[in-house]
Structure formats: structure tokens, C-alpha cells
């Protein structure tokens, strides 16, 4: 079974907000009916093995133990808000990644900077009853736009800000499994300041597409890193991204989501008609 999120009221006629289930036949599945209100944006989700779902975006009316839930909440099988995950009024801002690991506990990302009732910055990790776990850092990131987890354990997070725990960390950071800044990671800025998506190589290499600001406009690139956050010098990041329209006008493309294939080929997604080599 497959799970569909976005911002749509209905899906094939289900009443069905925010997110739909679809069997493996590719028919949605009508035991799976959301709960929440239409409206609402579910830009995140993390099946939980066994039935379920956690899910994370931008929404305000679920209520859970006399309290709303804001933005972060677990759904049972059925759609319906699973009460046994409490997570203390959710999210002050908007839930953008969510990952659940092996253990049960769930890595949640975003722009948030308060999340179950405690000041927390961009990234927390919770225990499967919806409190915070206390063993992981708290860390201060502001606004995270991607989140990896290495085969290891550690996390490599894109990232707005410019610094990341008082430590000047542009972009993307890597982290302990616990949160903490791992200083043997620093990116170059060479060719994308700001990154927004992130793919991970098996061979720990990193592929990133973001922004630059070059001549006072936001320029969108392609750019492959090693593993300690230095360029890779063998692969050519001076793709650009743009548009050309009906009349010749040319205007700065944008990128918003990466993805690699199983043999290792790249594909880009955003608002872009042309791509050109610098």
C-alpha cells in the first residue's frame, strides 16, 4: 500500500483530506479515510509497520486529549487520529519531514520553533507515545528543507540558516544520531549556498540542488559533495536551471525536489524549461 499527500479535499470521490491510501492494484483503498479537516496540508509521512501513519504538515484542528494538535499527529489504519501518540499540542509552524526509525522513535523536521509544549529549532525526536525524546539534542537550526539518515545512523540535514548550534554550519550539517554538530562535516558554498533537497549516494557521497545568489537574483544549481562536505570535482555543477517563454524571454528557473534511481541517475523536479552548462 501506497500513501498520497498534498493539499485536496477529496481523492477518487473519498472524502479524504490532506491524505489518501492506495492498495497495490492502484485503486484507493476506502477503509482509509482521513480525519482531517478539509483545508489542510499533510506535507509528510511515515508509515508505522503493522497499520498507521504519522503525518506532518500544515494543520490546526485536530483535537487530542481536550487540547488541539497542531501540524504533527499519528493516524490509525483507518485514518482515524491514534490517541496513543499524544504530542503535547504538536507544532507551533508548519511539519515538513518525518522519518521513523527502526526503533520506533520518529526524527520530525520543519519551521517550527516550539513543538510539544517545549521551545525546540527545526529538528527534534520523539518516542513512540508522542514525548519528546529527552537523550537527543537540542539543537538550535531554524528552518530544516531536507533530512537524510546515514546508513550508520547519523543525519545530514539541509538547512536555512547560516549557523547551526552557535557553529558556523552554511547550509547542510551533519549530525550525531543524537543531534549533536559534527565537526569533521563542513560544506562548500562554492556553488549552492542554500540547499533545499538532498540525495544520498551509496557511496556517501552527497548530490544537492539549491540556490546561489549571484548578481542580486536566485540562481538554481545541481552540485555533488564527498562525504566530508567538499565539492566533488567530478561532477560538473555548473548546470543552471531556467525559463524560456513563447517570446524568447529568458528568467531564472527554480528546483524543488531530487530524486536517484537505482543505477545512480538524477532526476530534478521544479519550474525550470531549460537547462544550461555555465
Do not use: C, K
Amino acid at each position: 500500500r501506497a500513501y498520497v499527500s498534498g493539499s485536496f479535499r477529496t481523492m477518487n470521490g473519498l472524502n479524504s483530506p490532506g491524505i489518501a491510501r492506495f492498495l497495490a492494484s492502484g485503486e484507493i483503498d476506502p477503509t482509509f479515510l482521513s480525519g482531517l479537516t478539509p483545508g489542510d496540508t499533510v506535507y509528510a509521512v511515515a508509515p508505522v509497520p503493522g497499520g498507521g501513519v504519522y503525518v506532518g504538515g500544515n494543520f490546526t484542528e485536530f483535537l487530542l486529549n481536550g487540547r488541539a494538535t497542531r501540524h504533527l499527529a499519528r493516524l490509525t489504519d483507518t485514518g482515524a487520529l491514534d490517541p496513543a501518540f499524544d504530542p503535547r499540542g504538536g507544532a507551533n509552524n508548519y511539519v515538513e519531514l518525518l522519518h521513523r526509525l527502526a526503533d520506533g522513535r520518529v526524527l520530525v523536521a520543519g519551521n517550527f520553533t516550539a513543538i510539544a509544549s517545549a521551545p525546540r529549532s527545526g529538528l527534534v525526536r520523539f518516542l513512540p507515545d508522542g514525548s519528546l525524546d529527552p537523550t537527543f539534542n537540542n539543537i538550535a537550526v531554524g528552518s530544516v528543507s531536507d533530512l537524510e539518515v546515514l546508513p550508520d545512523g547519523r543525519l545530514l540535514i539541509a538547512h536555512q540558516s547560516s549557523s547551526v548550534d552557535g557553529l558556523a554550519r552554511p547550509g547542510m550539517t551533519r549530525l550525531s544520531a543524537d543531534g549533536v554538530v559534527d565537526l569533521a562535516f563542513l560544506m562548500d558554498r562554492t556553488v549552492i549556498e542554500r540547499p533545499f533537497d538532498i540525495v544520498l549516494r551509496p557511496d556517501g557521497r552527497i548530490v544537492a540542488t539549491g540556490l546561489r545568489y549571484v548578481n542580486n537574483a536566485n540562481r538554481y544549481f545541481l552540485a555533488q559533495f564527498l562525504a566530508d562536505g567538499s565539492l566533488d570535482p567530478s561532477f560538473d555543477s555548473s548546470r543552471e536551471f531556467f525559463n524560456v517563454a513563447f517570446n524568447g524571454t529568458v528568467s531564472q528557473g527554480s528546483t524543488t525536489s531530487l530524486f536517484a534511481d537505482p543505477d545512480g541517475d538524477l532526476f530534478v523536479l521544479g519550474n525550470f524549461n531549460r537547462i544550461d552548462d555555465g
